[in-house]
């Protein structure tokens, strides 16, 4: 692809062209050679659109309130981008398939773009390339990015390093108490969401919830609000975009939205360059074949691999 190709293709991507766009996900997600000039021309034209990520467990209804949150921004007249990020396994097809249903729904909508994407066994709740996507549909205009979490562990907290605001989907029963779910996970909630409150036991959701909050006090002061929602029914939907914007207000009153985006740049920056030095590493001087050698010597103990790795690193250091 030459420079005039390049050009062409950011433009109509800045353009929200749906085709465009779709071609530069799937350019991110495989992570061919030209992805990389892409993400490099689109990063400037990033950095505008509220990321909003959602996490819960399988089933606690996130499909269903990021569909309702979309409807609820596009009746503002805001643009939506949306990533689903599924696990790549047979038994969640079902999930899949709903998600799939809901999106047509939308498909005579220009101005939501949906994606589902697979982990293809990234940990962390999100794809590798979860974070790059979501540059290319900021840079393609999108005013909001919902982004769906994998829900299946509890150590999914990589979204935390993505989105702005953070939102935790608890369901009353389901064995969904507070207690059971993880500290991990409690403590990344921006706003804690209470779905399926048609259900018996919210309201006791609710108070363990606040139960916790009074014993430990957020580094950045901010008391995370709750909001009961009956994401099929749409009920709360507008409750929880004000919550929303309120924690954003928040966190530009404070100065935090920086501070929170420099945090999340300093680990980003450190894991593409680890990748990118492995990359560089295997490509240049470490053959697979040499690589088999050295597990087979360090195996036999014939070396150790500490020396091993000193060296192969002064080596690739010096050149
Ligand atoms: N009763 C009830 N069912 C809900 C509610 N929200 C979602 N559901 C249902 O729960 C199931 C799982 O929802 P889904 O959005 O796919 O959950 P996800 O796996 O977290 O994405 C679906 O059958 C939804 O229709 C709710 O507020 N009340
Ligand atoms: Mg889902």
């Known amino acids: 692809m030459n420079n005039d190709e390049l050009q062409t293709w950011v433009d109509r991507i800045r353009a929200g062209e749906v085709r465009a766009v779709a071609r530069a996900i799937s350019a991110i997600e495989n992570g061919t050679a030209e ?17 909003i990520g959602l996490t819960g467990s399988p089933g606690s209804g996130k499909s269903t309130l990021v569909d309702q949150l979309a409807r609820e921004y596009r009746k503002h007249d805001n643009t939506v981008g949306i990533v689903a990020v599924d696990p790549t396994s047979p038994y969640t097809g079902g999930a899949i398939l709903g998600d799939r249903i809901r999106m047509q729904a939308h498909h005579a909508d220009t101005g939501i773009y949906i994606r589902s994407m ?93 139960a916790m909050q009074s014993l430990a006090m957020r580094e950045d002061k901010w008391n995370p609000s709750i909001v009961q929602t009956v994401a099929t029914e749409g009920k709360g939907i ?24 420099i945090s999340n740049w300093r680990e980003r920056i450190v894991e593409m ?3 990118s030095l492995l990359q560089r590493l295997t490509r240049e001087q470490l053959s697979d074949e040499q690589l088999k050698t050295y597990a087979s010597e360090v195996a036999e103990h014939r070396r150790d ?6 060296e192969i ?7």
């Open 35 to 51: 992805s990389v000039e892409l993400l490099k021309a689109l990063f400037t034209f990033s950095g505008k659109a509220r990321v």
């Open 118 to 210: 697979a982990t293809r066994g990234f940990l962390g709740g999100l794809a590798r390339t979860t974070a790059d996507v979501s540059t290319a549909l900021d840079a393609s205009g999108k005013d909001v990015i919902l982004i769906e979490t994998v829900g299946v562990g509890q150590d999914e907290i990589d979204i935390v390093r993505l989105a702005d605001v953070t939102i935790v989907i608890l369901v009353p029963g389901m064995g969904d108490d507070v207690q059971s779910i993880k500290a991990g996970i409690m403590e990344i909630a921006d706003i804690f969401v209470i779905n399926k409150s048609d259900r018996e036991g919210a309201d006791r959701v609710e108070k363990e919830i606040r």
């Open 238 to 261: 507008p409750e929880l975009a004000a919550a929303i914007e309120e924690y954003e207000r928040y966190l530009d009153k404070q100065g935090l939205r920086l501070k929170k985006k």
């Open 273 to 275: 360059l680890r990748e």
């Open 305 to 310: 691999p500490y020396t091993l790795v000193d």
């Open 313 to 319: 690193v002064g080596n690739f250091v010096k050149k």
